[in-house]
């Protein structure tokens, strides 16, 4: 690997909204602004998250997702087959609206990529393509039409798998496919495991799944077979001590590993970031690790998400400093 290319920067996907996006989001479910109005939004929200990353010196970028309310229910929405229930928990104060896999899934038109190639039309850094695993849309949905678990989870693997060859023709080196319920339920794995064979099959383009805030202990080191070239997994909200898993069998994959704590208002320090990035390199590859927030930043402010990053990328320039690269 060359060596500028170690311990790259990057982001699990999600920034928060600006204020006048959430308002024109809640105009729109009301009726009081068109369809192109909100999309005219969303695409200055975009700008202004590829501009943000770009200032900081980020160097694999995200679009941001300002177009998606819920990781699923986005999805859930473009698909034929599905619906969406009314208000449901998902954790604490949060609720989101259910998607209900209704009858047969079938995927009209692609879902990400007009996205993907508007955010990448933006800049010269690679913007990944991003989406929900097969898994997760399943273990998120009400099913009301396939027989088994395994059967809902293999039909959205069929329709991504389409979602990620047309993000990888419209020119994406990055693919994500999001699987953070993958570790909540260690008995299903091997069902995730051959449905993301089905997503990536062929593909040529680097894969990662983001996976997160489980019980590691029990799904490693079999999640080593998920067939993706990178899992980005959380390490800094549980103060690093998750990292004791990962010692043995040694971690064979490339991996992002999450220094800042997405669920936290307070700004973690340059030294302190210096410090978890060691605590990783004792245990993965410097030429296999990227470096991230634990998830998605949406549930934080965006002075909070810009004051974490530019610390974690001044802590990285520290790191390679220190290592020589």
């Known amino acids: 690997m060359e060596v500028a290319r170690m311990l790259e920067t990057t982001s699990v996907g999600s920034f928060p909204k600006p204020d006048y ?32 990353q770009e200032e900081i010196g980020i160097d694999i970028l995200v ?40 009858g047969a899934l079938k995927r009209p038109i692609p879902m990400t990529v007009e996205m993907y190639k508007y955010s990448q039309s933006l800049t010269k850094k690679p913007v990944k ?7 997760t849309m399943c273990d998120w949905s009400f099913n009301t039409h396939y027989d088994t678990r395994r059967d809902v989870v293999l039909a959205f693997a069929r329709l991504l798998h389409d979602e990620v060859k047309d993000l990888e023709n419209a020119g994406a080196r990055y693919i994500q496919i999001d699987e953070p319920a993958i570790s909540t339920r260690p008995e299903e794995l091997e069902i995730a495991i051959e449905a993301m064979g089905i997503v990536t099959a062929g593909i040529k383009a680097m894969t990662i799944s983001h996976i ?9 080191p079999r999640i080593l077979d998920l067939p993706v070239d990178q899992l980005d997994l ?9 990292l004791d ?17 997405i669920h936290s208002h307070r700004i973690e320090s340059v030294d302190e970031i210096v410090s978890g990035i060691k605590k990783g ?45």
């Open 245 to 261: 898993v990962f010692k043995t069998p040694k971690f064979t994959k490339k991996i992002a590993y999450g220094v800042l704590d």
């Open 281 to 325: 390199l004792s245990v993965f590859d410097a030429e296999l690790m990227m470096i991230d927030p634990d998830c998605g930043l949406k549930t934080r402010t965006m002075e909070e998400s810009a004051a974490k990053l530019r610390n974690m990328v001044a802590a990285v320039k520290i790191v390679k400093s220190e290592l020589g690269l």
């Open 212 to 220: 997160c805030y489980g019980d590691f202990k029990t799904i490693y």
């Open 234 to 242: 959380e390490f800094a909200n549980s103060g690093y001590s998750n």
């Open 129 to 135: 393509g991003m989406l929900t695993g097969p898994y």
């Open 63 to 102: 679009h941001g997702e300002m177009e998606r309310g819920d990781m699923t229910t986005y999805f859930a929405e473009k698909l034929e087959g599905m619906g969406i229930s009314d208000l449901v928990r998902s954790y604490g104060n949060r609720y989101y609206r259910k998607p209900i896999v209704a």
């Open 21 to 52: 996006l959430q308002k024109a989001r809640t105009a729109f479910s009301t009726n009081k602004i068109t369809h192109e109005q909100l999309v005219e939004l969303e695409l200055q929200a975009t700008r202004e998250i590829i501009a943000l």
